[in-house]
């Protein structure tokens, strides 16, 4: 269970996945950010008194693209960014961004659903997963996607600690840019792999058809080759494999990634004592 606050953690990122912020089937960095920077006008406008709140829903309803890649999960217009750097994203109408007043009943789940709500990533990941991924995310699009992926931050943890023979410590890693690096490019992988099945909505190893989901399958025999030891990986990042030679690419990305962190942490872990 994770101790530490997941939702603003720093300064540097946050994140608001559960306000259906990557539910939106327009969902890129750039899509978002745009999408961000008009709600963030808007508000201005509402907190000067020039404008209602529902005048900013009626608003933002007209100009936005509000379809949503899983239609049960509700995309919430209030939010955005929540400092003046544009570092964070969260609830515009929170208290901690109105200098005071609760404003979240005004929203679609209201106060009380919206402050009780914590996402499963504090019940299933570790203190040291959760502190790991802080150290090396440094940015709210992608800190939100990977937090919020247990499997995909699960799949490191144990492949790297069952070769290394022990537990990760955040202090290690913290100290290390070498390892915080190989970390981040692991967790980038989500905004990057090549192999990303573009072809339905997905969230992961979750594909979307209108009101329901299911789990993908990766046709490995179609590829005349077994299920491989990072299944579970290639699924977090919605792969397709459209032949052999891309299966073993992607066996090698994260095979360099997984060993060149260990040897660093051996070599890292050696000079922390």
């Not at 529902?54 to 929540?82: L, P």
């Not at 959760?130 to 709210?140: G, K, M, P, T």
Request: net charge neutral; proline share 3%; glycine share 6%.
């Amino acid at each position: 269970m994770v101790r530490t606050h997941l939702c603003q953690p720093d300064a540097a990122k946050s994140c608001a996945a559960c306000c259906g912020i990557y539910n939106y089937v327009e969902n890129t960095r750039h899509a978002l950010v745009r999408r961000f920077e008009y709600r963030g006008a808007l508000m201005a406008r509402v907190r000067s008194g020039a404008l209602s709140l529902d005048e900013y829903r009626v608003a933002v309803r007209h100009r936005e693209d509000g379809r949503r890649i899983y239609k049960t999960i509700y995309s919430c217009e209030f939010a955005g960014f929540v400092d003046e750097s544009r570092k964070r994203v969260g609830c515009m109408l929170h208290p901690m961004v109105t200098g005071g007043r609760d404003l979240r009943d005004n929203s679609f789940y209201g106060r009380d659903i919206c402050d009780g709500h914590f996402c499963p990533s504090y019940q299933k990941l570790t203190e040291n997963e959760a502190l790991c991924v802080l150290a090396a995310v440094d940015d709210w699009y992608l800190y939100g996607s990977v937090i919020t992926d247990i499997d995909f931050v699960k799949a490191f943890f144990r492949f790297t600690q069952n070769s290394l023979g022990e537990e990760i410590s955040p202090e290690v890693v913290k100290a290390s840019p070498a390892l915080t690096g190989i970390m981040r490019e692991y967790f980038s992988l989500k905004t990057t792999w090549p192999f990303r099945d573009v072809s339905k909505p997905r969230f992961g190893k979750y594909y979307f058809v209108g009101e329901e989901y299911a789990i993908d399958r990766i046709d490995y025999e179609k590829l005349g080759a077994a299920v491989p030891e990072y299944d579970p990986v290639f699924l977090s990042l919605s792969s397709c494999f459209i032949a052999k030679d891309e299966l073993d690419r992607a066996t090698g990305t994260i095979d360099n990634l997984f060993k060149g962190f260990c040897h660093e942490y051996d070599r890292s872990h050696r000079e922390h004592h």
